[in-house]
């Protein structure tokens, strides 16, 4: 069943119409072919017209919709032979962050990244991909290991933030953040990030302070959530579109400020209705990235790393 945002409420009207009168024709002589493929028509340019124009809160949304690829989606359609990893060897293993060893089209990498979950049961299990300092214990760790044997990092980032509970803070969370942001500068392998979804705050930088930096077309990457600067700000979440369109957190908009390196393109509609297409995108750009960095020498890509970094702002 399709999952529509407020926004696309036109668009699930003609789409609904349509899966009614193919029933009606699955049950009956009457032949619909012309209405269908009509209301198709009107359809599918709604649909590229409302995509062509969203604004910075709307792509929010998108960034957030619950039927769209999550890590494990990635994993299954990039990755061969993923060997997880758990535990940050100190306290747990937060299921929060993902990663482990595998293979993109036969290159080594270590995969790791922001797990949310795709029901009620997986969600709370995975803590809605808000990791605890566990998580961005067992990050480094990985990093750690990566490095030593020489290979490449990839990380998927897809996190609302950091969790902001009591635990969290009493474990270190703000150290935990800081550590696994400072292992990305000093790493001396390849290391590529991806914002596949929302990147919020130091959640998501901890793991993103990369050699090449992408972003998904419709991902949103920001120092705070929209919701949470309005409240800041205005004293009120309803002003979270003014928020969206003042913080510049669009994928153009960062390309723009040099904060991020890359745009990968998604499917019309967004990544959630066509999953296979948005992850070969994905796999693809990841290939001639890993192959770019692939070209400099251990000292090349730290010193890049570190001045990319140091530039922005």
Same mark, same amino acid.
């Given at each position: 069943?399709?999952?529509?945002?407020?926004?696309?409420?036109?668009?699930?009207?003609?789409?609904?119409?349509?899966?009614?009168?193919?029933?009606?024709?699955?049950?009956?002589?009457?032949?619909?072919?012309?209405?269908?493929?009509? $209301?198709?028509?009107?359809?599918?340019? $709604?649909?590229?017209?409302?995509?062509?124009?969203?604004?910075?809160?709307?792509?929010?949304?998108?960034?957030?919709?619950?039927? !769209?690829?999550?890590?494990?989606?990635?994993?299954?359609?990039?990755?061969?032979?993923?060997?997880?990893?758990?535990?940050?060897?100190?306290?747990?293993?937060?299921?929060?962050?993902?990663?482990?060893?595998? !293979?993109?089209?036969?290159? !080594?990498?270590?995969?790791?990244?922001?797990? =949310?979950?795709?029901?009620?049961?997986?969600?709370?299990?995975?803590?809605?991909?808000?990791?605890?300092?566990?998580?961005?214990? =067992?990050?480094?760790?990985?990093?750690?290991?990566?490095?030593?044997?020489?290979?490449?990092?990839?990380?998927?980032?897809?996190?609302?933030?950091?969790?902001?509970?009591?635990?969290?803070?009493?474990?270190?969370?703000?150290?935990?953040?800081?550590?696994?942001?400072?292992?990305?500068?000093?790493? !001396?392998?390849?290391?590529?990030?991806?914002?596949?979804?929302?990147?919020?705050?130091?959640?998501?930088?901890?793991?993103?302070?990369?050699?090449?930096?992408?972003?998904?077309?419709?991902?949103?990457?920001?120092?705070?959530?929209?919701?949470?600067?309005?409240?800041?700000?205005?004293?009120?979440?309803?002003?979270?579109?003014?928020?969206?369109?003042?913080?510049?957190?669009?994928?153009?908009?960062?390309?723009?400020?040099?904060?991020?390196?890359?745009?990968?393109?998604?499917?019309?509609?967004?990544?959630?209705?066509?999953?296979?297409?948005?992850?070969?995108?994905?796999?693809?750009?990841?290939?001639?990235?890993?192959?770019?960095?692939?070209?400099?020498?251990?000292?090349?890509?730290?010193?890049?790393?570190?001045? =990319?970094? $140091?530039?922005?702002?």
């Amino acid at each position: 069943m399709q999952t529509y945002l407020d926004f696309e409420k036109p668009i699930a009207e003609l789409e609904t119409r349509v899966r009614e009168l193919r029933q009606t024709a699955n049950s009956s002589d009457i032949d619909i072919d012309a209405e269908v493929g009509r $209301l198709e028509a009107k359809a599918d340019k $709604l649909l590229k017209d409302t995509y062509a124009k969203l604004t910075p809160w709307q792509k929010a949304q998108v960034a957030r919709h619950p039927d !769209r690829p999550h890590f494990k989606d990635y994993v299954a359609g990039i990755a061969d032979d993923f060997l997880a990893l758990a535990g940050d060897r100190s306290f747990a293993d937060d299921p929060a962050i993902v990663g482990g060893l595998a !293979r993109i089209d036969g290159r !080594r990498v270590m995969l790791i990244g922001h797990e =949310k979950g795709e029901d009620t049961a997986s969600r709370l299990k995975h803590n809605f991909g808000m990791a605890k300092p566990e998580g961005y214990r =067992k990050a480094v760790r990985l990093m750690r290991l990566a490095d030593q044997f020489g290979i490449p990092v990839v990380t998927l980032v897809d996190t609302p933030g950091a969790f902001p509970g009591v635990q969290a803070e009493e474990r270190g969370q703000a150290e935990a953040i800081a550590r696994s942001t400072e292992e990305c500068l000093s790493l !001396r392998v390849p290391m590529i990030a991806v914002v596949v979804g929302e990147g919020g705050s130091g959640g998501a930088v901890a793991i993103a302070t990369a050699n090449r930096v992408l972003m998904f077309e419709n991902a949103v990457y920001s120092v705070i959530s929209p919701e949470g600067c309005a409240s800041i700000l205005w004293r009120t979440a309803d002003k979270a579109a003014d928020a969206a369109e003042a913080m510049k957190i669009t994928a153009a908009d960062l390309q723009a400020l040099g904060v991020i390196d890359r745009i990968v393109t998604e499917p019309l509609g967004g990544a959630h209705r066509d999953p296979d297409s948005a992850i070969g995108a994905l796999k693809g750009a990841l290939v001639e990235e890993l192959d770019g960095c692939g070209k400099l020498g251990p000292d090349e890509l730290r010193a890049q790393r570190r001045a =990319k970094f $140091l530039a922005i702002g």
